[in-house]
T-cell receptor, first 115, second 112 residues
Framework: DSGVTQTPKHLITATGQRVTLRCSPR?????VYWYQQSLDQGLQFLIQ???????AKGNILERFSAQQFPDLHSELNLSSLELGDSALYFC??????????????FGSGTRLTVV | LAKTTQPISMDSYEGQEVNITCSHN???????ITWYQQFPSQGPRFIIQ???TKVTNEVASLFIPADRKSSTLSLPRVSLSDTAVYYC?????????????FGSGTRLQVQP
């Protein structure tokens, strides 16, 4: 157990629908990062939050949004889902605003299947 | 951000030492070099991080030359359970607003 909790572990939904993925960072970590990994693809950075505020943005689609709450858990909202959104979505956390010094700690991911 | 280049795949046998090299020619002064391991359908796991020279932990060693334009992850005496994808990541130490994306990684296959 890495200490980063992601729910749900699996999600199957239809095209056009909206889903919410949840992440609780490791205790003491202030940053949360979201990554998308499609089949046989690398990890694509989506977005980072640090202590409740957006810190960095990657290749996140406009149909996707995220936020970090006062208790530091984060939610990734995916709307108007398309077949191509099927992927593993990972959440990672780090102590500070950068992953230097202590690295990222990843959760076990949410596998999203859009049918 | 420094772009990284790694071999796409490597093959080895149990008991051998494996060295995976990563190029990061435009690494910045404040950047760290970090390596992660990922098994199928699992999140990446932090292996080791360094800034310069050599770093060693219970799992691996990381060699970084003086110019820091490359780094080599060394796995001593690999076993079948070391079969995984290994990612090299250059991480800025500052809190600037920059995206952090993993490269394609190196797929290591260990055979008996």
């Amino acid at each position: 157990d890495s200490g980063v909790t992601q729910t749900p572990k699996h999600l199957i939904t239809a095209t056009g629908q909206r889903v919410t993925l949840r992440c609780s960072p490791r205790s003491g970590d202030l940053s949360v990062y979201w990554y998308q990994q499609s089949l046989d693809q690398g990890l694509q950075f989506l977005i980072q939050y640090y202590n409740g505020e957006e810190r960095a943005k990657g290749n996140i689609l406009e149909r996707f949004s995220a936020q970090q709450f006062p208790d530091l858990h984060s939610e990734l909202n995916l709307s108007s889902l398309e077949l191509g959104d099927s992927a593993l979505y990972f959440c990672a956390s780090s102590v500070g605003g950068s992953a230097a010094n202590y690295g990222y700690t990843f959760g076990s991911g949410t596998r999203l299947t859009v049918v | 951000l420094a772009k990284t280049t790694q071999p796409i795949s490597m093959d080895s046998y149990e008991g051998q030492e494996v060295n995976i090299t990563c190029s990061h020619n435009n690494i910045a002064t404040n950047d760290y070099i970090t390596w992660y391991q990922q098994f199928p359908s699992q999140g990446p796991r932090f292996i080791i991080q360094g800034y310069k020279t050599k770093v060693t932990n219970e799992v691996a060693s990381l060699f970084i030359p003086a110019d820091r334009k490359s780094s080599t992850l060394s796995l001593p005496r690999v076993s079948l359970s070391d079969t995984a994808v290994y990612y090299c990541l250059v991480v800025p130490s500052d809190t600037g607003r920059r995206a952090l994306t993993f490269g394609s990684g190196t797929r290591l296959q260990v055979q008996p």
